[in-house]
């Protein structure tokens, strides 16, 4: 049984949505979250308050859908919103910058 409700099926329009509605604040609380983080330890690192944090996991929740913390994580990890110990990650394209370095292009 997941816990895990929201199945990327349209993934050119879902994702976005999503990812447009989810303010900067609140992708750095996921990246901590993956991190396995607590909200008070997230408050520290962000300088917020815990009930800042608090608020923020409860618009993510709603925002992306999931249940919980786990169901959480499983989501950004799906989508390449945070990248543990490069498991999961995707390669990113090289782009020629005309300078003979290549660059990578980031989401």
Same mark, same amino acid.
Not at 24 to 44: D, K, M, P, Y
Not at 50 to 71: F, G, P, W, Y
């Given at each position: 049984?997941? /816990?895990?409700?929201?199945?990327?099926?349209?993934?050119?329009?879902?994702? #976005?949505?999503?990812?447009?509605? =989810?303010? @900067?604040?609140?992708?750095?609380? %996921?990246?901590? !979250?993956?991190?396995?983080?607590?909200?008070?330890? +997230?408050? @520290?690192?962000?300088? +917020?308050?815990? *009930? /800042?944090?608090?608020?923020?996991?409860?618009? %993510? =929740?709603?925002?992306?859908?999931?249940?919980? *913390? !786990?169901?959480?994580? *499983?989501?950004? =990890?799906?989508?390449?919103? !945070?990248? =543990?110990?490069? !498991? /999961?990650?995707? /390669?990113?394209?090289?782009?020629?910058?005309?300078?003979?370095?290549? #660059? *990578? +292009?980031?989401?």
């Amino acid at each position: 049984m997941s /816990t895990y409700t929201q199945a990327p099926i349209d993934m050119a329009s879902g994702e #976005s949505q999503v990812q447009s509605s =989810l303010s @900067e604040r609140e992708l750095q609380v %996921i990246e901590w !979250v993956a991190a396995g983080l607590t909200n008070q330890e +997230i408050a @520290e690192k962000l300088e +917020i308050s815990k *009930r /800042t944090v608090d608020n923020h996991i409860s618009n %993510i =929740l709603t925002k992306t859908e999931t249940d919980n *913390r !786990v169901a959480l994580v *499983r989501w950004a =990890l799906l989508w390449g919103k !945070v990248c =543990l110990n490069d !498991v /999961t990650c995707c /390669t990113l394209p090289n782009v020629d910058t005309g300078n003979g370095a290549d #660059s *990578r +292009i980031m989401n």
